[in-house]
């Protein structure tokens, strides 16, 4: 099977989708690429590249450059959606959700329960996250429990590049408005991706690791950290449940009780704040619906409550690390009542 | 087409560096399982066996009985399949030792088993059933190939440790699949999570209780109530809080000794560990020992050893005296300066005394040579520099080894009595006890002495109970008499 990257398997996925359906479209900053500047259109394919090669093949009138109007975006997808058309809007920065907040909350996520299921909202909100890339405070936030708490949208979090690609085709044709988080540290992984159309349904969560110890579950890129301690740990005899839920909404529950249920040890972990998180969410589902079966407090390893420090050394300490994932198995395994 | 594989020298432990083969348990040709016992090595510490890290036929014999081999030296060659002696020959000639011994495993270190490293194959998944239901039989078991069946993870894992074919199970779960609780449903059994984590487990031990009135003990009020709702005895707290009062942590640790758990940590053998337990272990259980013991009056060594230091200016312990006082001992009694060797009983012409000295993490004995022959300010300076050089680690293989008698003196720590196991392949051991004034009767009368208690262990094949009584008595006549070693 060949080899593709995060980057390459997302922009496989919109290609792929606007050949199948020319009610596909994209709309977003940059994303006809190098507009505005001295070079070709398509020079770069958008900020990050995810988009390249799709306006030379699709023409502007299904990649629509924007200016920088958040807002605008992502109201203009909301009411194509409605007329029928699938659009793919890109936010470049999840960051950005306060300046469209609004025509994604208020409107998109509504339309179908307001006007009693007469109207569908086909459009999906493609947006990059996640630190580590000495974006700063402005640039490098993962807003998916903001996303998350609201009834109406579904949220995914790729976490590798197959992932990537069939989340995003479930995604354009799914008809609701749907977040798809990119965790901006994957584009450069890669794994084995196939060339053809498939498809991997939302709710469904993937066990990356079994065991029988500890369950680990992990939102974006945290989840592949996670895989990291386990296999460590594994060489000592302890074993993990590694658990990526792929989407925060809907979220499987029942995988994660599950399994919690045969380890009675939990260790959650995000790259978003401590309060009101996605891990925070979860660990209230577990000692909501599977208290009995916990043989250890519910651990959280989540990023600090404080913006996203711009110096290296305290970017780094802001985040989740595996050093932080591994001490809170330890915890969660030491934990004598 | 064969593959052969080298077998070397392993490193049991940090310090070893070669070791001598005792004997090879296979022979050239005969075929190896892993884990199969091949070769026993001998180090300046221990004899174990070495095990094959490879299954084949061993095709050729490199060390040889009697060798002494650095760690990671070729031991003899493993090929699977068919190999010609060229290619033995071939490949003894390309081999380059590592010496960290890494290719073949001791005996006794297996690793620790590896769960799921490999993402494309998540295996070894031990699944925790507490209620341990038997593997399902007959019709849930019975079905076509279920992987396609749509189940969850953890549905699949148990449908699979039971022997449970997914096509039997009604699905209940989200969208339509089979979950924890569906497999359970039709296996009848249930799944829940181990009590206690297959690592850092506790032990119990049932704790002792008090009963006796605790109004008088100083705790803080949270306290207080905590342990009267535990029902803890402040008795049974060590109270560590401010002003010595017990605190709610000392509560909620009493607490958890009272509830069985106890935190223990598992510490790995060291090289020494692992000689101490394997030489003792053979000593206790092949050797019929037997114990003698005497009291011995000390007052007069006392005198004289103050006069000695004080007024000398010797630093001689009264360690020294018995070391002195055994090798006088041994010389007029010399059946018990023997070792037994199964064919023969060996007797020693001079007295070289090993004396127990305890390290960090063990004991070492170190051995004053030919203690007979030396004075006792000159036993005094060698013991003493043993016993220093043993705490730091730096005695050469040469000031441990061999010795003929041993002397363990836990003197120091106040002990009335105690007995020793002997240090093989030596025949007695001599354990000194503290000198303590005690009451005596002397005649008619009752009179106060300074007495040390002795123990002599002795290997009842090579020394019979009269021979030691002899050997006491005489010990006991150099101890009371010093002068007398002048003799």
């Not at chain 2, 560096?17 to 199969?36: F, H, M, N, Y």
């Not at chain 2, 032990?203 to 209780?209: G, I, K, L, V």
């Amino acid at each position: 099977m060949p080899i593709k990257t995060y980057r390459q398997a997302i922009n496989e996925a919109m290609a792929q989708e606007m050949r199948l359906n020319d009610k596909v479209i994209i709309i977003g900053e940059d994303v006809a690429g190098g507009a505005g500047c001295d070079g070709e259109r398509d020079a770069y394919g958008g900020v990050m590249g995810v988009t390249k090669g799709l306006f030379p093949e699709f023409g502007e009138s299904r990649v629509i450059d924007t200016p920088i109007t958040e807002s605008a975006i992502m109201g203009a997808a909301a009411g194509a959606a409605q007329t029928g058309l699938r659009p793919v809007a890109e936010l470049m920065f999840m960051d950005f959700l306060g300046v469209c907040f609004d025509q994604i909350y208020n409107q998109a996520a509504k339309f179908r329960y307001m006007f009693g299921g007469k109207v569908e909202c086909p459009m999906v909100v493609r947006t990059m996250a996640g630190a580590g890339l000495r974006g700063g405070a402005q640039h490098s936030q993962n807003l998916t429990q903001m996303v998350t708490m609201v009834p109406g949208l579904k949220v995914v979090c790729p976490t590798n590049a197959y992932d990537a690609k069939g989340l995003l085709i479930t995604a354009i044709r799914d008809n609701d408005c749907v977040i798809f988080v990119e965790d901006k540290f994957l584009y450069e992984t890669s794994c084995e991706v196939p060339d053809e159309v498939y498809t991997i349904p939302f709710g469904e969560a993937n066990f990356l690791r079994e065991g029988s110890d500890v369950t680990i579950v992990g939102i974006s890129n945290t989840v592949n950290k996670a895989v990291a301690v386990a296999d460590r740990l594994a060489e000592e005899g302890i074993s993990c449940d590694v658990i990526d839920p792929r989407t925060t909404s809907p979220l499987d529950e029942e995988a994660i009780i599950e399994s919690v249920e045969t380890t009675g040890r939990l260790v959650v972990v995000d790259e978003m704040t401590p309060r009101c998180g996605v891990a925070a969410d979860i660990s209230s589902i577990v000692a909501e619906k599977a208290f009995g079966a916990l043989r250890a407090p519910i651990r959280k390893v989540t990023a600090a409550h404080s913006p996203i420090p711009f110096a290296p050394a305290l970017e780094d300490a802001w985040m989740p690390q595996e050093s932080d994932i591994e001490a809170a198995v330890r915890e969660v395994l030491g934990y004598t009542r | 087409m064969s593959t052969l594989h080298a077998l070397t020298v392993p490193k049991w432990g940090m310090s070893m560096e070669e070791g001598e083969i005792t004997e090879w348990r296979v022979s050239v040709g005969d075929k190896l399982a892993v884990g199969d016992e091949l070769v026993d090595i001998e180090t300046s510490k221990i004899i174990n066996a070495a095990e094959s890290p490879f299954a084949g036929t061993l095709v050729r014999v490199v060390g040889e009985a009697g060798q002494t081999l650095k760690v990671g030296s070729l031991l003899g060659v493993i090929a699977q399949g068919d190999a010609t002696d060229a290619e033995i020959n071939e490949f003894i000639a390309a081999f380059v030792p590592d010496a960290s011994g890494a290719s073949l495993a001791q005996a006794s270190d297996a690793k620790a088993p590896v769960a799921a490293t490999a993402e494309a194959a998540p295996a070894a998944v031990r699944t925790p059933a507490v209620s341990a239901a038997p593997a399902a039989t007959g019709a849930l078991s019975q079905g076509p190939d279920d992987t396609d069946v749509n189940a969850s993870a953890v549905a699949r894992r148990i449908a699979k440790a039971h022997n449970i074919n997914l096509h039997n199970v009604p699905a209940t779960g989200r969208n339509g699949r089979v979950s924890k609780h569906d497999v359970e449903q039709a296996g009848g059994i249930r799944i829940v999570a181990q009590a206690v984590a297959s690592v850092a487990t506790g032990a119990s031990n049932e704790p002792q209780r008090s009963t006796a009135d605790d109004s008088h003990i100083a705790s803080t009020p949270v306290a207080r109530r905590m342990a009267r709702t535990l029902n803890i005895n402040l008795n049974d707290v060590t109270p560590t809080g401010k002003r010595g009062r017990v605190s709610k942590e000392d509560i909620e640790r009493s607490a958890v000794s009272a509830t069985g758990v106890a935190f223990y940590r598992e510490q790995k053998l060291s090289g020494m560990r692992k000689t101490i337990a394997a030489r003792l272990s053979e000593s206790k259980q092949t050797i019929p020992h037997y114990r003698v013991s005497v009291d011995i009056e000390i007052d007069s060594l006392l005198q004289q050893r103050a006069y000695m230091n004080k007024t000398l200016g010797h630093k001689i312990s009264v360690n020294d005296f018995v070391i002195k006082a055994c090798a006088s001992a041994l010389a007029q009694v010399p059946e018990v300066n023997v070792q037994y060797t199964g064919e023969c009983i060996r007797q020693f012409d001079q007295a070289d005394i090993s004396m127990a000295v305890a390290v960090k993490g063990g004991l070492i004995t170190p051995v004053i040579r030919n203690a007979g022959a030396k004075g006792l300010p000159q036993i005094a300076a060698e013991s003493s520099d043993l016993a220093r050089r043993a705490q730091a680690g730096s005695l050469a293989v040469e000031e441990f080894e061999g010795g003929t008698f041993s002397i363990s003196n836990l003197g120091m720590y106040g002990v009335d009595q105690f007995d020793a196991i002997i240090n093989l392949p030596q025949a007695a051991i001599l354990a000194v006890a503290a000198g303590v004034k005690k009451p005596i009767v002397r005649g008619d009368s009752i009179a106060a002495a300074t007495v040390m208690r002795v123990s002599l262990s002795a290997d009842h094949r090579a020394i019979d109970g009269a021979v030691s009584a002899q050997f006491l008595q005489a010990l006991k006549g150099f101890l009371e008499n010093p002068a007398s070693m002048l003799l």
